[in-house]
């Protein structure tokens, strides 16, 4: 059987945020399945670097600078995008950035930092990407949520109330264009090795406490969100929108808890 299901071949995909980690590893997995993938960052030198890496594949990756804070940068990709290629198919919202301390020692420019590109970013990009896709009346948006989505982790707030808010934008935005054809879904990954958390779990305690609360007993990798990223581009999720899919080992489907062996039984 030549199974199309979960096909995305020949879709134009932009993945923000592609210069490395999740983002890289989805663009890579993207590209791999013969999809034109377009991949964006701050910085010229590192897509470079992300485009040897991905290498030749099936498909094509394309750098194009695009500073999800920079609401002109935003534009100036979608044009470019279409009017190399026409159209979007897919959207991946992964540019993201965090800042770990207590409330109290929140700054206004760590707020904003972290908003800016997190959420008013992903916004503006899925705004300008959806102008075009409920136009055509068909595209696929996923974004980048959290474990902060649902329960906020300690330390973390406006990284924290910035994922709550991708899951609202996804909700919001899969009622306002789901008569257009246009479906918009998000992952929550759970605790992933990249840069970003890299000298998080250095440390050995948090290992221990990662690996003790993921049913899996590991931290994930990026290519760990690759299935589920292809999956709800393809047309196997056709009738699936509004939804955030945790891609967490496990981690958020109960309690771990240090019970004696027998249940702790009388
Ligand atoms: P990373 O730091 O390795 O990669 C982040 C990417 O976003 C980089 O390509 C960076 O260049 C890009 N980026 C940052 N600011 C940008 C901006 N202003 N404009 C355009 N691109 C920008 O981080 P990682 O871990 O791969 O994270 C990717 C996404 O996954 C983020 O949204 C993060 O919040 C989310 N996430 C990560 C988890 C983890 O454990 N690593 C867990 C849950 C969510």
Redesign the pocket.
Known sequence: MNDTLFSVSDQVVIV?????????AIAKGFAERDSKVVI???DES?LAVAVEEIGTCGGSVTPVV????KPDDIEQLVAQVIEDFGHIDTLVN?????RRKPALDVSEDDYDFILD??LK?AFLLSQAVGRHMVERGSGCQIN????NTDRPLKDVLP?AMS?AGIAHMTRGLALEWGPSGVRVNGI??????????QKLWSDETMQEWGKTNTPQQRL?V?EDMVGTAIFLASPAASFMTGQTLYVDGGYTAGWNWPIPEGGGQR
């Open positions: 923000s945020g592609g210069s490395r980690g999740i983002g890289r964006t960052g701050r590192s695009c500073d999800v804070a992964v540019a993201g950035v965090n590109i997190n970013g980048i949520a959290s474990l990284y994922k929550a990954p759970g605790f992933i090795l990249t840069d970003l958390t994930g990026p």
